[in-house]
């Protein structure tokens, strides 16, 4: 009997549909030994050799130009890229392959402890760099495509990974194309989708329905690139791997958790894409939804992909759907500070002057399972604040019967222990504790006891995209979102982003620079809560 395979699916019989007999990136090919030896498959003869070509869909744009060429070459450098490997840059702009060469170099770094080998390195990653134009809805420029990656695969099992770096209404054009005429046909064939993955729970599984019209799911990997975050991966490490954390996971001893994202800046450039979307789908449904779900999940069977990803969808459907009473929408204003004038949102020459889109949003979130029965976890998100970061706070309960309230007054929070994970910038693991200062009076004080990165870890932190690019090449897909999952995530935020538009709900103003609008205190004042960015911990 012979085998054939269908990336991640095994049958003993070939497919049958309407694509069935077709060149698809999920055609069943053989099942060989490629799955257990990545770098080659046995025919009975030896090893074959295999390579990758890596197609980045959209390389003409800024993202493709500013991450993932970067966080490829960051990977060769590192030798983390198999031995045989191409890139290819694929985009509507007329480009020669040294045209491409010359627009990706201006983007590239060394890794600071390994640069004096630089210029050697840049120079044969950009030999294996190359470019071919074509439409995006075109299966002939695909087929005109496919032809050259097969002269630079020529004697080697090909395995191809396509890096859609596109607008999300030609992903589907893309995938078309490439599924008939640029899949492999012996080796494997991934794709990466950047966000966003729809508008609410209809678009989302609209676009799942027709991607999967060409893939199978294994195939798709939707890329939330704050999952490859260093201090995002930790979550799970810090947690289950410390006896000292891992029972105070809990409503028992968690009073509230934090997850806060802000940038120091607006719009600049991005307003006509923002303002279709906004800061809930932008930051909220994706980036901290993922990091909450990490951080609520239950202890995993195994850190196998399937059991972390099972684990953070149960965490999701069990949550509350997002009522408008828990949530507080922002929209920056024009400020001056310092004799400088700083514009408003609706000043961005692409976006309406009447528009109602929000710039900031915090909302109130509760999971409705026995460890976090009770427990507020409130996010926060917006742009154009005083500074820039995105951070976890865990806020733990008083201490009961404290034997040391009079020294604290009245004002019990000062006494609560708080563990805070800065994602970003300057990576930091910090716990607030309380302990005497040393003299012969008995005065307390509040201390850190910190672990900052740079200082204990003074080699550079890989880019989240470089760890995500690694994992799409290796066919790990722990950090990769799977459809139901995404499910999950729309159907939590859908019905609240339908009646803020429907009912026309106006943003709450707020001066650009500022700490946001005032709305999130009393918010966050509902649940009890002091929002943990906003008061001195020394760690500003």
């Known amino acids: 009997m012979v085998l054939f395979k269908q990336d991640g699916l095994a049958t003993n019989t070939p497919a049958n549909g309407p694509l069935a007999g077709k060149s698809t990136i999920g055609e069943l090919r053989p099942l060989s030994t490629s799955e257990e ?21 959209g390389a003409s744009g800024d993202l493709a130009k500013k991450k993932i060429f970067p966080a490829l070459f960051a990977l060769y450098y590192e030798g983390f890229l198999p031995k045989h490997f191409t890139v290819f840059g694929y985009a509507r702009s007329k480009m020669t392959d040294e045209e491409l060469r010359t627009m990706v170099s201006k983007t590239l770094t060394c890794r600071i402890d390994q640069r004096e080998n630089c210029g050697d390195k840049m120079e044969q990653f950009l030999k294996r760099c190359f470019y071919h134009s074509g439409q995006y809805n075109s299966e002939e420029n695909f087929a005109e495509l496919d032809k050259k990656l097969r002269e630079k695969e020529v004697g080697k099992v090909p395995n191809r990974l396509f890096y859609l770096s596109i607008p999300p209404n030609i992903f589907v054009d893309v995938v078309r194309c490439a599924s008939y005429s640029a899949s492999s046909s012996t080796g494997w064939t991934r794709v990466i989708v950047e966000k966003p993955f729809g508008r609410d729970s209809e678009s989302s599984a609209e676009l799942t329905r027709c991607l999967k019209l060409y893939l199978n799911e294994d195939q798709i990997f ?50 006509g894409y923002f303002d279709s979307y906004g800061i809930i789908r932008d930051i909220m449904q994706n980036h901290l939804l993922q990091i909450l779900a990490l951080f609520a999940m239950e202890t ?68 409705d399972n026995a460890r976090w029965d009770g427990v507020p976890f409130l996010m926060k998100a917006g742009k154009a604040l005083h500074k820039r970061g995105a951070e976890i706070r865990v806020q733990f309960r008083h201490v009961p019967g404290n034997l040391y309230k009079r020294t604290f007054g009245t004002d019990l929070d000062k006494a609560t222990n708080e563990l805070v994970i800065r994602v970003q910038p ?7 504790i309380n302990n005497k200062i040393p003299g012969l009076g008995m005065r307390l004080d509040r201390s850190n006891l910190d672990l900052h990165y740079a200082a204990r870890y003074p080699r550079e932190i890989p880019d989240a995209y470089e760890r995500l690019l690694l994992d799409a090449i290796e066919g790990e897909r722990r950090l990769f979102i799977r459809s139901d999952e995404l499910d999950a995530a729309w159907a939590l935020f859908s019905p609240l982003l339908k009646e803020l538009e429907e009912k026309k709900i106006a943003p709450e103003l707020y001066p650009y620079g500022s700490r946001g609008p005032v709305g ?17 911990d020394g760690q500003e």
């Open 222 to 271: 939707r890329i939330d690139h704050y999952l490859g975050k260093e201090l995002v991966e930790n979550l799970s490490v810090l947690r289950f791997s410390n006896l000292v954390f891992e029972p105070l996971w809990s409503r028992n001893y968690i009073r509230n958790v934090q997850f806060i994202f802000s940038e120091d800046f607006g719009t600049e450039g991005r307003g």
């Open 300 to 367: 995993p069977v195994s850190l196998d992909a399937e059991d972390i990803r099972n684990e953070k969808v149960k965490v999701l459907r069990s949550m509350r759907p997002l009522q408008l009473d828990d949530v507080i929408t922002g929209q920056y204003k024009g400020h001056m500070k310092g004799g400088k004038a700083y514009p408003a949102y609706t000043d961005d020459p692409t976006v309406p002057n009447d528009s109602l889109t929000a710039t900031f949003a915090a909302a109130a979130l509760f999971i």
């Open 520 to 536: 999130a205190h009393y918010l966050a004042a509902k649940y009890n809560v002091r929002w943990g960015d906003l008061s001195s």
């Open 426 to 432: 300057d990576e930091t693991i910090y716990l607030k």
């Open 37 to 57: 030896n990545p770098e080659g498959v046995n025919f009975g003869k030896g090893v074959m050799e295999s390579t990758i070509s890596i197609t980045v869909v």
